[in-house]
């Protein structure tokens, strides 16, 4: 029995490292999530391993107790009742006191185990988003992503607080209570080890039909997820068009149908769970009728029956634990592929981790036959130090896309883009982030006060610094017009601002630093006259010690630019310096 649970423990460990590999292939370490087994958590799996020992020790050891008490109690008469019991009343408390305090040990460290891999587990996909540039999340939903780092991270921790972690410490117990068994009467310890093995394989056929069920039920929670999402962010567009109805009668489609796959799936668990139960109530009834078979040939004594009686009174609750094990994995399993699936996201960006720094730089900014797929087809052209460029084309022209390329919110799939001569993938992120800034609409405001976001782009600026740039966009009547000065609360996207008070402090965050690469995307796009002078005057300013590429579609803007760029479907077709911009 011991090279049987020896055995036992050896696959129960295989199967906990097979159950936290990444499921994805691919080589590249930043794209597989990160194992259970590793670091601290290597400790806490060790600690839940022993856990199971333990009680497994003091159910074997409170069991033949129970069996040479109840042997000497029925020999002994009742003279000696009392004598017996004491003892027996006293160990058995010392017993159940144990017990109790390594369930609540079990359950603190199964929560550490959970956490501390979500925690790696959730950093790893920041990670992930962070370096991925926006134009490769266009294809992903804002309620796909964020399920990413709510509901699937749940489900994962669930998973390994609750399923990974009652099978090591479950199955530790059960299989050190069946060698315990084995030592108080090999014929129980068979019996009982034959249900169990009845019910675990019953529980293994069922295991298809739950991991159906499951992955329909997170189909359908996904789609009413992003469909409120979506309401969430456009709930005016579906009060305007009157289609409130409507969207109420697709919501109550998609609800019904969540609701069918939920209790589809709570079926398939209702019969783990019955299969459970039902394993820890017929390894009684073997005990019984094993054990009276056993008692009547004369190979056990009525203790003994009893102690077997004890083990397996205490290994119900174990077993009700693995039965659900793999509701837990099959919940869980879904989330564990889609966190791969997120982690496998094109960054469309390169940034070694010893890349050189940029260093200092001019402001000659030079595109080189650059092409991105859908965007941009071989265009070529340079920026002088301190100029100002005016980028134009129709919408769709690819305006946006060189501007992300000087940016470095994506790198191009041919060609090179250079400042100073210095191709900007060859340098780290964080240099020419420093160097290069951007402004514009789809660049919003962050939840947080005026002052935070002011400073976002450097959070320890100095003092005169911020005086500078506040000076420069005009920021102090802003900010005076405000009801709490700089404190005052910056909702989503700055919904609580003005469209010209956003746009002034977007550019204001973009300017902190003194940049030497200016980038302004349709900053003065939906502006008020005053608003729309405030830009003029920054580029003005800024001529001749800042580069600054402007995409704009108002012709005043032609007065500003020292040259035009004139892009039609991914091509520069139009390409004037000098004085030549302003006729």
């Known amino acids: 029995m011991r090279t049987v649970s020896f055995g036992f423990h050896v696959a129960l460990i295989a199967v906990f490292h097979r159950a936290t590999v990444p499921l994805a292939t691919h080589d590249d370490a930043e794209q597989r999530a990160p194992r259970v087994i590793a670091g601290r958590r290597r400790g806490i799996l060790v600690a839940l391993v022993g856990n ?9 050891g409170t069991a033949l107790l129970t069996e040479m008490v109840f042997d000497r109690l029925v020999a002994g008469g009742a003279r000696s009742t009392m004598a017996v019991l004491a003892p027996l009343a006293l160990a058995l408390v010392v017993a159940a006191a144990a017990v109790a305090w390594l369930r609540s040990r079990e359950r603190v460290d199964a929560e550490r185990l959970g956490q501390s891999y979500v925690h790696a587990l959730r950093m790893k996909l920041y990670d992930r988003l962070s370096a991925v540039a926006p134009r490769s999340l266009q294809s992903r939903s804002r309620g796909g992503v964020m399920l990413r780092f709510v509901g699937d991270l749940n489900a994962i921790k669930q998973w390994v607080s609750l399923g990974l972690s009652r099978l090591i410490v479950a199955g530790t117990f059960v299989s050190g209570a069946l060698v315990g068994l084995a030592f108080v009467n090999a014929a129980l310890c068979v019996a009982v080890g034959v249900v169990v093995l009845a019910g675990a394989a019953v529980s293994l056929l069922l295991a298809r039909s739950l991991r159906d069920r499951s992955r ?3 189909r359908r929670s996904a789609r009413i997820a992003a469909n409120v999402n ?3 962010a456009s709930i005016g567009v579906v009060q305007v068009f009157g289609q409130t109805a409507r969207e109420r009668e697709r919501i109550r489609r998609q609800s019904r149908r969540l609701r069918e796959a939920m209790i589809a799936r709570a079926r398939v668990i209702g019969v783990l769970r019955g299969v459970a139960e039902g394993t820890a109530a017929l390894a009684s009834v073997a005990v019984l009728l094993v054990g009276a078979a056993e008692v009547n040939a004369g190979r056990a004594s009525p203790g003994t029956v009893v102690a077997a009686m004890s083990i397996v009174g205490l290994l119900m609750a174990p077993l009700r634990d693995l039965g659900r094990v793999q509701e837990y994995w099959h919940a869980s399993r879904v989330s564990l592929e889609k966190a791969e699936d997120f982690l496998t996201t094109p960054t469309m960006l390169r940034d070694d981790a010893g890349a050189p720094e940029l ?16 965007s941009l087809h071989g265009v070529s052209a340079v920026a002088q130090p301190g100029t100002v460029v005016l980028v134009s084309g129709p919408n769709g022209a690819g305006k946006s896309s060189l501007l992300a390329l000087a940016a470095r919110m994506v790198d191009p799939d041919a060609g090179r883009v250079t400042l100073d ?9 964080a240099s020419v982030r420093a160097a290069v800034s951007i402004a514009g609409p789809d660049l919003p405001l962050l939840r947080g006060s005026v002052a935070r976001n002011l400073r976002y782009r450097w959070p320890d600026a100095p003092a005169q610094e911020l005086e500078r740039v506040r000076e420069l966009c005009g920021l102090d009547d802003l900010v005076g017009a405000l009801p709490d000065g700089d404190a005052t609360t910056i909702r989503d996207g700055g919904v609580n601002l003005s469209a010209g008070q956003r746009q002034r402090l977007t550019l204001a965050r973009a300017l902190v630093g003194d940049p030497r690469v200016l980038l302004l995307d349709e900053a003065d796009a939906n502006l008020d006259a005053d608003a729309r002078r405030v830009v003029d005057r920054v580029v003005r300013q800024l001529r001749g010690c800042c580069t600054i590429l402007l995409v704009s579609h108002r012709p005043e803007a032609l007065e500003l630019a020292d040259a035009v760029w004139g892009l039609q479907e991914g091509r520069l077709v139009a390409h004037r310096d000098g004085e030549a911009a302003r006729v």
Not at 52 to 60: L, P, R
Not at 359 to 374: I, K, M, N, S, Y
């Open 52 to 60: 199971g020992v333990a009680q497994a020790a003091a159910a074997v």
């Open 359 to 374: 260093g200092r730089v001019v402001g000659r900014l030079a595109f080189e036959d650059v092409t991105l797929a859908g």
């Open 230 to 232: 979506e309401k969430v």
């Open 216 to 218: 329909e039920a997170r």
């Open 421 to 429: 001569g210095r191709d900007l993938s060859d340098h780290s992120m």
